[in-house]
Each structure stands twice: as C-alpha cells, then as structure tokens.
C-alpha cells in the first residue's frame, strides 16, 4: 500500500505564489507516477500535473509557464511550485500516485485547499 499526505496549501493573493508537497510513504518505490489533481465543487477533478518515476512531466495548459512540479524518488516526495497564481486556481489540491503491479492500482491524498483571492 501507499499512503500520501500533502502539505502547504493556504490562502494567497492573484500573483502570489505558494508551494504544496506530497509525502508519500509505504511501498514508495514501486509508485509510478505522482502528481497533483485538483478539483472545485460541482467539477470533475482534473490533472494539474504529474511526474513518472523516469521523469515524463504532463502539465495541464491552464499551469504551463507558472507552475512546475518536481519529485524525489528516493524520499518519495512531489513538490508543485506555483507561481503568479490566478483567481481560477482556486481548488482542493489532491496528490494521485499510481503503480502497476498485476493491475493499476490508484492512491490518493486528502487534498489541502489552495484559495487566491484579494
């Protein structure tokens, strides 16, 4: 099993920055890919991010040039820098880790709130 507890979410104004990390822990080392999702009430969650275990980035175009996401394999750790952060950021973050054993397998965190407002 995984277990993902995330950190650093909290209230910043538009233009600010904020940084939110992701600790993972048990059988750390056959997760394949960590990230972050995100989602607003009454929304789907949807993919801010992500980083495979070799390095492969996906970033949703809404982040592309102000967010930038980064990992330690070793600590099982993902880090999301944002910066210039936009009122529409606004969302519960959720870290996502997955790994594929005899199937996929899907670990989530219990989300930190990320609010940009003036």
């Known amino acids: 099993q995984v277990q993902l507890v995330e950190s650093g979410g909290g209230l910043v104004q538009p233009g600010g920055s904020l940084t939110l990390r992701c600790k993972a822990s048990?059988?750390?080392?056959?997760?394949?890919?960590l990230g972050w999702y995100r989602q607003v009430p009454g929304k789907q969650r949807e993919l801010v991010a992500d980083?495979?275990?070799?390095?492969?980035?996906n970033n949703a175009d809404s982040v592309k040039g102000r967010f930038t996401i980064s990992r330690d394999n070793l600590k099982g750790m993902v880090v999301l820098q944002m910066n210039n952060l936009k009122p529409e950021d606004t969302a519960m973050y959720y870290c996502?880790?997955?790994?594929?054993?005899?199937?996929?397998?899907?670990?989530w965190g219990q989300g930190t709130q990320v609010t940009v407002s003036s």
């Open positions: 996502h880790a997955d790994r594929a054993l005899d199937y996929v397998e899907h670990f």
């Open positions: 048990g059988n750390i080392f056959t997760i394949y890919t």
């Open positions: 980083i495979t275990s070799d390095g492969i980035i």
